[in-house]
């Protein structure tokens, strides 16, 4: 399984072939010369203030750093040609950006050092860091002194993520030279991945990692894999155009070693730029250790309660205030409390009507008799031939290929081959192996069992894959829920594990009560009055074809473990999370956070949807309600709902308790993540800020030096 390529690099590729600042006028002809040009001049000890500052002893420690017009050219390529892009900025606005964040960067870094060297809890001195740099080559002095202050294990992981940034690069612009029909499978959209799929460890590196340029081998480049129908030769032209786009922005030197892209200056550019980064993350962790020493459970109960508090007045006087914060709820936003009972969220999952029978269904006249012009009688026609098809043959055939063969080596246990026993060998392929494993480079998918295998036949012809994806009836996809969800119960690993309530074919609803039938005949041949109430009025509980309930256990559902993995919650969740990622056709679903809010009024939701949605709510968590819409049929499953508390109030869903904070997933946890990383955000912005405003004056910028890169809108 390939690696995404990251954003950043794409964007550099695109930046670089765009050889933004060629050809456009510049006011010399030596541009060599004119990129070495120093626009900035930056020593905190130059301050006025810095005589009074805390940091008076080292004086004679930091050096000056020249900003080159060589940093600004590599900053707009690497970050400042996206954000001129996506804001639509002129090249004043942009370059005049950059001045100012190259300034303000190298102000808090030298802050950061003095800091560090001034902390008495830390190793670093100035004599130390005056040798490390004395120590260093010339044209590396500035790299040792970033380096002074890094574990070895932080710069292996910064001098890592460089060579992922280069691979990645060279990987977005390989894909020019790739012939159309060896990646004609990548042009085809993949189906939405779920959020944490193939999502490296942010601490993961791996030493032997190797940027690929195709004069070497992939094979020796460990931990890197090859695009569909890379071969030596295009990754040649790939490398051959990336040194191609150096040069022509200047950023390669007379005499630099074009075989060895880790000697090239542009590449200490960029490693440096991840040493900063490093640095300024190191200087985060600091402060977010410090502030963990000090927040107290007293100080989360008053956050909490404070917040509880404010959402109270804030629901109670605007119901819209209300709707808004359901719709932004995440794992650093809460909803503590609600105007009134079951508002709540469902998951969605859409089979959907073939392009053909929506035709039928808005060509049909009016059922008989049917004075309002509904169609209910000849939409049940075509729901009782409905079929779905498993919508993840694209993990397969997309871009990159995320599934994999179930074996006995594959370490994935309790995988799921069907409600009937005879799908069994047809079915042994799973999808993002790494996220579904105790893997030391990729994270856990979170919210996503992950052991649903394909449902459909596959057969590998070479490199590619013919799929045979089943048909399922809406029958068949109750059976494959259902089975689903009693066989992941084993995974409960946390408290009680759930069980399936009762369940069935439904053919009446009284006081949010449900009459179940022995089948499912006579919802199929209802005469069309019976679809209305005796004013004429339609009666949406008619339209309920399936319900039932996941049983939590005596306790019932735990709002405060939902996310926390193991928990019968959780287990349940993911069940019904990943099924949607395998049938649903209703797209914007996908990847929310809790699903879809529902709320207890008139909504904008298509009235069948509304009625069995509300309903799933009032019944409460695990409850899924199917029926169908002129879309097709709709599985609706509640995943959290405010409940009464018996006496005309709604219960607190969400308990403060001190001693899960450091449970991952559950709601303290949360809740206390969430604070903390509020008061380091807070905590570093102003210091950084201090240290920018503080220290401002002593940095000399030349502005005439780069006059021409501010002027290039008149050039362009």
């Keep these: 399984m390939k690696k995404r390529t990251k954003v950043a690099a794409a964007v550099l590729a695109a930046a670089l072939s765009t050889s933004a600042l060629a050809g456009c006028g510049l006011t010399t002809t030596n541009v060599t010369k004119d990129y070495a040009q120093v626009i900035a001049e930056v020593n905190i000890t130059n301050s006025a203030n810095f005589a009074e500052s805390e940091f008076s002893e080292y004086a004679d420690v930091i050096e000056t750093a020249d900003i080159t017009k060589r940093d600004m050219v590599a900053y707009f390529i690497s970050t400042g040609y996206s954000m001129m892009q996506s804001y639509g900025w002129s090249y004043y606005d942009t370059f005049t950006m950059i001045s100012e964040t190259l300034v303000n960067r190298q102000i808090y870094l030298q802050y950061a050092m003095l800091y560090l060297m001034n902390d008495e809890s830390e190793e670093y001195s100035a004599?130390?860091?005056?040798?490390?740099?004395?120590?260093?080559?010339?044209?590396?002095?500035?790299?040792?002194?970033?380096?002074?202050?890094?574990?070895?294990?932080?710069?292996?992981?910064?001098?890592?993520?460089?060579?992922?940034?280069?691979?990645?690069?060279?990987?977005?612009?390989?894909?020019?030279?790739?012939?159309?029909?060896?990646?004609?499978?990548?042009?085809?959209?993949?189906?939405?991945?779920?959020?944490?799929?193939?999502?490296?460890?942010?601490?993961?590196?791996?030493?032997?990692?190797?940027?690929?340029?195709?004069?070497?081998?992939?094979?020796?480049?460990?931990?890197?894999?090859?695009?569909?129908?890379?071969?030596?030769?295009?990754?040649?032209?790939?490398?051959?155009?990336?040194?191609?786009?150096?040069?022509?922005?200047?950023?390669?030197?007379?005499?630099?070693?074009?075989?060895?892209?880790?000697?090239?200056?542009y590449f200490k550019i960029e490693l440096e730029n991840a040493y900063e980064a490093a640095l300024i993350g190191k200087m985060s962790d600091k402060f977010e250790d410090e502030i963990r020493a000090t927040v107290t459970e007293a100080d989360a109960k008053e956050e909490y309660d404070k917040t509880y508090s404010d959402q109270q007045l804030a629901f109670a006087a605007d119901l819209e205030s209300f709707t808004s914060a359901l719709d932004g709820v995440s794992d650093t936003s809460f909803v503590l409390t609600a105007p009134e009972a079951n508002y709540g969220y469902v998951i969605n999952i859409l089979l959907p009507f073939s392009t053909s029978d929506s035709q039928k269904l808005e060509d049909a006249s009016a059922d008989y008799g049917d004075t309002q012009g509904n169609k209910f009688a000849q939409r049940a026609d075509l729901l009782k031939k409905l079929t779905a098809t498993d919508q993840r043959g694209t993990w397969f055939t997309g871009s990159e290929d995320y599934s994999f063969r179930v074996t006995s080596e594959s370490k994935v246990d309790n995988v799921y081959t069907g409600a009937d026993a005879a799908s069994t060998p047809d079915r042994e392929y799973l999808f993002f192996e790494e996220g579904l494993t105790d893997d030391t480079q990729y994270e856990k998918i979170p919210n996503y069992y992950g052991r649903y295998t394909y449902n459909g036949k596959v057969k590998e012809d070479g490199d590619e894959y013919v799929l045979t994806p089943a048909s399922v009836t809406i029958d068949d996809f109750i059976a494959e829920m259902e089975g689903y969800l009693t066989q992941a119960s084993s995974a409960v690993t946390v408290g009680s594990k759930y069980t399936l309530g009762e369940k069935g074919y439904v053919t009446a609803i009284a006081d949010d009560k449900y009459i179940f039938a022995t089948d499912n005949t006579a919802y199929y041949s209802r005469n069309p009055s019976a679809y209305y109430n005796a004013d004429k009025t339609v009666d949406y509980s008619k339209f309920v074809y399936y319900a039932g309930?996941?049983?939590?256990?005596?306790?019932?559902?735990?709002?405060?473990?939902?996310?926390?993995?193991?928990?019968?919650?959780?287990?349940?969740?993911?069940?019904?999370?990943?099924?949607?990622?395998?049938?649903?056709?209703?797209?914007?679903?996908?990847?929310?956070?809790?699903?879809?809010?529902?709320?207890?009024?008139?909504?904008?939701?298509?009235?069948?949807?509304?009625?069995?949605?509300?309903?799933?709510?009032?019944?409460?968590?695990?409850?899924?309600?199917?029926?169908?819409?002129?879309?097709?049929?709709?599985?609706?499953?509640?995943?959290?709902?405010?409940?009464?508390?018996?006496?005309?109030?709604?219960?607190?869903?969400?308990?403060?308790?001190?001693?899960?904070?450091?449970?991952?997933?559950?709601?303290?946890?949360?809740?206390?993540?969430?604070?903390?990383?509020?008061?380091?955000?807070?905590?570093?912005?102003?210091?950084?800020?201090?240290?920018?405003?503080?220290f401002l004056d002593c940095a000399t910028v030349y502005e005439d030096r780069y006059s021409d890169l501010l002027n290039l809108d008149l050039e362009s």
């Design 127 to 265: 004599d130390g860091y005056r040798a490390a740099v004395a120590e260093a080559e010339e044209g590396e002095k500035s790299l040792a002194a970033l380096a002074y202050f890094l574990t070895d294990e932080e710069k292996a992981k910064a001098l890592y993520d460089t060579r992922v940034l280069f691979n990645s690069t060279l990987d977005s612009q390989e894909t020019t030279f790739i012939k159309e029909e060896e990646s004609e499978e990548s042009s085809e959209t993949a189906r939405t991945t779920p959020t944490g799929a193939n999502t490296e460890d942010e601490e993961y590196y791996n030493e032997a990692y190797r940027i690929y340029t195709g004069s070497n081998a992939a094979a020796d480049c460990a931990g890197y894999e090859v695009q569909d129908g890379s071969t030596p030769t295009t990754r040649r032209k790939a490398y051959s155009a990336f040194l191609a786009s150096l040069r022509q922005n200047d950023l390669i030197s007379q005499g630099e070693k074009l075989n060895d892209m880790e000697s090239l200056s």
């Design 549 to 694: 309930k996941v049983d939590f256990g005596t306790d019932g559902f735990n709002a405060n473990e939902m996310f926390e993995e193991g928990t019968a919650e959780n287990v349940a969740f993911s069940v019904i999370n990943e099924l949607s990622f395998a049938y649903n056709t209703d797209t914007a679903g996908l990847n929310s956070y809790l699903g879809y809010s529902v709320t207890t009024g008139k909504t904008s939701y298509m009235a069948e949807f509304e009625y069995a949605a509300q309903l799933a709510c009032r019944l409460g968590a695990g409850s899924y309600v199917i029926v169908p819409t002129d879309y097709g049929w709709h599985i609706i499953y509640c995943t959290f709902s405010f409940v009464s508390d018996g006496e005309g109030g709604v219960a607190d869903p969400y308990k403060l308790d001190w001693s899960q904070k450091d449970t991952e997933g559950t709601f303290t946890y949360l809740f206390y993540e969430a604070l903390v990383a509020d008061y380091v955000s807070d905590y570093a912005n102003n210091l950084q800020s201090y240290a920018v405003d503080e």
